[in-house]
């Protein structure tokens, strides 16, 4: 047959390859808006956790800039799923009533600043739901993710390692901050990562992204163990418990934990007796001693955690577990993690006096001192039960508006029984409530309820990498719901923006009932 070569008929189309750019070109946009996100993150974590207002309040105008410039292009919320415009619905709910406080509230300042808060968070999280469009970027999102905490774990070592070079800005000047500078919120992020690394770990078949994921990890729980944050290592241990029963590889997970935890245990083991690491006020020349003891360990745990995990992985490949092994490697880690909780409580009880002087010790709010073991076996949980009593209070004086979006300092003031300032609840469910009503309580506990639901029932249905993937995106969530119910990360943003861009791609990869998406190939 030979070609047609003539010009084309009134009622024909010749189809051009350009016919099918502008589907690719949104594809490119959403892959550089999603990048953007992820940028605008990782340098929020490394300057001071955005938490001044002249360094958010420029970030939120980008943000929200770049929201309205996804608007003018056409096709770019078109794959959005259905229960992602569900959560979205209940985010939008919340932000108009925070704007809508406006009417009503003891400070406008205060209220304006905590809209364009939550708008970019909203944004955020709607961006990043449509920008995921191929299951490849999942991976990458979450390797750049553990690239950002390891930058942030990193520089905390430092500030034990070189303690004059890197000092600590945090609350006590003794636990680690960062460059959040606040340990609390920098022990979440070190959760997230470690949830992350253990899926890409579990989930990679290279012996050497596997060892340096395994380093990578003994990092991040290295760093969360100095951040003394008793509520963030909490939330870690429960969200790892979800992400193992939830995971269709729980017995290489399993033995993956073992295997950190062999040059773990060692490293804690041989750092119990450096003094200097819980002391603000210790001398330089003790400090400086322990940051290179501190570094020496450190450094043989890494290369030991490198050289099990690639001996592991090497012998995985050529030989299969038999049933006793398998067996084993179940009742050992049980066994780990027994131990390791019971030994805890009854250090912590035993530190406090017995059983009834630590339950007073829960009541008083009294935190421990300073030294080895103090900060993190300390029950008390400083005056967070005061708070939320005056919140509490206030709420039920106004329970359908509220004082007003971000005023919860200006209740404070007024009604607190002790002489100590506070901006926040430190309790972001109850914040909403106290300041915003009972909608914007409900908005905020139904977005958390409806998210975690959603992704552990497509979890639980999924299987092979995207299930892996799934757990511990799902993971990584939980650790930051769970653990805003004692704190306040909310006014940190990059964390917070850490977590709607991960919900987004776990509530994304969720709603694609297969590891590819239809019409995608390769």
């Not at 949980?381 to 708070?387: E, F, K, L, Q």
Request: proline share 3%; charged share 15%; with cysteine.
């Amino acid at each position: 047959m030979s070609e047609i070569t003539g010009p084309v008929g009134a009622g024909e189309k010749r189809e051009r390859p350009k016919d099918r750019r502008p589907g690719r070109l949104v594809t490119v946009f959403k892959a550089v808006v999603l990048l953007a996100l992820v940028a605008v993150t990782a340098y929020g974590m490394l300057n001071k956790g955005l938490y001044p207002d002249e360094l958010w309040l420029p970030v939120a105008a980008g943000v929200l800039a770049l929201m309205a410039g996804t608007l003018l292009v056409r096709g770019y919320y078109q794959d959005v799923p259905l229960f992602g415009w569900v959560l979205v619905a209940l985010m939008t709910a919340l932000v108009g009533i925070k704007g809508l406080s406006l009417l009503w509230t003891i400070s406008e300042i205060e209220t304006i600043h905590e809209l364009l808060r939550c708008s970019m968070y909203l944004s955020a999280f709607l961006m990043a739901l449509a920008a995921l469009s191929s299951w490849r970027q999942v991976g990458a999102i979450m390797d750049a993710a553990v690239l950002v905490v390891t930058a942030v774990a990193g520089y905390g070592l430092l500030q034990k390692i070189s303690p004059l070079e890197y000092p600590i800005y945090s609350v006590d000047d003794i636990t680690v901050g960062s460059t959040l500078e606040y340990s609390n919120t920098l022990a979440v992020v070190l959760g997230i990562g470690v949830t992350l690394a253990l899926a890409r770990l579990t989930q990679s078949r290279n012996v050497a992204l596997r060892g340096l994921m395994a380093a990578l990890i003994l990092i991040f729980i290295t760093t969360l163990y100095l951040t003394a944050s008793r509520g963030g290592i909490a939330a870690f241990g429960v969200a790892m418990v979800l992400m193992i029963l939830l995971s269709n590889h729980r017995l290489q997970m399993i033995a993956n934990l073992l295997l950190v935890s062999v040059p773990q245990a060692w490293l804690f083991w041989q750092i119990r007796d450096l003094g200097a690491i819980w002391q603000a006020d210790a001398p330089d020349a003790e400090k400086l001693a322990t940051g290179i003891d501190l570094r020496n360990y450190l450094t043989i745990a890494l290369l030991a955690a490198f050289v099990l995990q690639c001996a592991y992985a090497f012998l995985v490949r050529r030989y299969d577990l038999t049933p006793p092994a398998r067996r084993a490697i179940g009742w050992a880690f049980l066994a780990v993690v027994a131990l390791g909780i019971s030994g805890g409580a009854a250090v912590a009880v035993a530190q406090q006096g017995g059983v009834g002087k630590a339950y007073d010790a829960i009541l008083s709010g009294v935190r421990g001192g300073e030294g080895e073991g103090q900060q993190l076996l300390s029950l008390g949980m400083g005056y967070r039960g005061v708070y939320w009593k005056v919140a509490w209070d206030e709420w039920k004086e106004h329970p359908l508006t509220g004082t007003g979006a971000g005023t919860f300092q200006y209740t404070w003031y007024r009604e607190r029984p002790v002489d100590t300032g506070v901006r926040q609840v430190h309790n972001l469910y109850l914040e909403q409530g106290t300041e915003t009503g009972l909608f914007a309580f409900l908005a905020m506990v139904g977005f958390a309820g409806l998210l975690v639901g959603y992704i552990g029932r497509e979890t639980w249905r999924a299987d092979g990498d995207r299930r892996l993937f799934l757990a511990g995106l799902l993971a990584a969530v939980v650790i930051y719901l769970l653990s805003s119910v004692i704190e306040w990360h909310w006014y940190i943003p990059p964390s917070t923006l850490l977590f709607f861009i991960l919900a987004a791609v776990a509530v994304k990869l969720a709603s694609w009932k297969e590891w590819k998406p239809s019409g995608e190939s390769g």
